[in-house]
Nanobody, 121 residues
């Protein structure tokens, strides 16, 4: 079992930036594939970005060119740099990890507790 802890959420005005971090308790094959998801009130959880152990990335169309996912294996940490934030980016953001490549599908085995991101206009 992998423990995931997100941090870095907060409130920001439209056009601003935030960087989310997700610290994993261990670095094993269970963290080969990792992703960021978000869930707004009344909406389903949606995939935002994903990355594999080799650094290959996948992004949702809604965040391409604005968000960047990265990982530091030495620190067992996943990041999401969010620039040019919009009010519609407001949601609880979750990180996820698995040994199976789910990309942006919400089928990962391991999840963090989430961190709130609020973007005001």
């Amino acid at each position: 079992q992998v423990q995931l802890v997100e941090s870095g959420g907060g409130s920001v005005q439209a056009g601003g930036s935030l960087r989310l971090s997700c610290a994993a308790s261990v670095y094993t094959s269970s963290t080969d594939y990792m992703g960021w998801f978000r869930q707004a009130p009344g909406k389903e959880r949606e995939g935002v970005a994903a990355i594999n152990y080799g650094g290959s990335t996948t992004y949702a169309d809604s965040v391409k060119g604005r968000f960047t996912i990265s990982r530091d294996s030495a620190k067992n940490t996943l990041y999401l740099q969010m620039n040019s934030l919009k009010p519609e980016d407001t949601a609880v953001y979750y990180c996820a990890a698995d040994r199976i490549q789910w990309l942006l599908l919400p089928h990962y085995k391991n999840w963090g507790q989430g961190t709130q991101v609020t973007v005001s206009s």
